[in-house]
Nanobody
Framework: QVQLVESGGGLVQAGGSLRLSCAAS????????IGWYRQAPGEQRELVATISRSGSTNYADSVKGRFAISRDNFKNTVYLQMNSLKPEDTAVYYCNLERQAASITLVYWGQGTQVTVSS
C-alpha cells in the first residue's frame, strides 16, 4: 500500500502563487508516474501535470507556462509550483501515483487539497 499526503493548498488572490507538495510513504518501490489532477465543483477530474521517473513532464494546456511539476525521488515527494494563478484554477487538487507491481500498474490517490483563487 501507498499513502499520499498532500499539503500546500489554500486561498490566494489572482496572480499569486502556491506550492503543493505530495509525500508518498509505504510501498514506494517501483514508482513510475506521479502527477496532479484537479476537480472543480460540477466538473470532471482533469489532469494538471505529470512527471515520469526519468523526469519527463506533461502539462494540461491551461497551465503550461504557469505551473511547474518536479519530484524528489529520494524523498518520494512531488511538487507543483503554481504561478500566475487564475480564478479558474480553483479546484480540489489530487495527487496521483502509479506504481508497478509485477505486470500490474497500481494507482493511488491522495485525499485532495483545496486551492481557491479569488478575483
Amino acid at each position: 500500500q501507498v499513502q499520499l499526503v498532500e499539503s500546500g493548498g489554500g486561498l490566494v488572490q489572482a496572480g499569486g502563487s502556491l506550492r503543493l507538495s505530495c509525500a508518498a510513504s509505504g510501498s514506494t518501490s517501483s514508482i513510475n508516474n506521479i502527477g496532479w489532477y484537479r476537480q472543480a465543483p460540477g466538473e470532471q477530474r482533469e489532469l494538471v501535470a505529470t512527471i515520469s521517473r526519468s523526469g519527463s513532464t506533461n502539462y494540461a494546456d491551461s497551465v503550461k507556462g504557469r505551473f511547474a511539476i518536479s519530484r524528489d525521488n529520494f524523498k518520494n515527494t512531488v511538487y507543483l509550483q503554481m504561478n500566475s494563478l487564475k480564478p479558474e484554477d480553483t479546484a480540489v487538487y489530487y495527487c496521483n501515483l502509479e506504481r508497478q507491481a509485477a505486470s500490474i500498474t497500481l494507482v493511488y490517490w491522495g485525499q485532495g487539497t483545496q486551492v481557491t483563487v479569488s478575483s
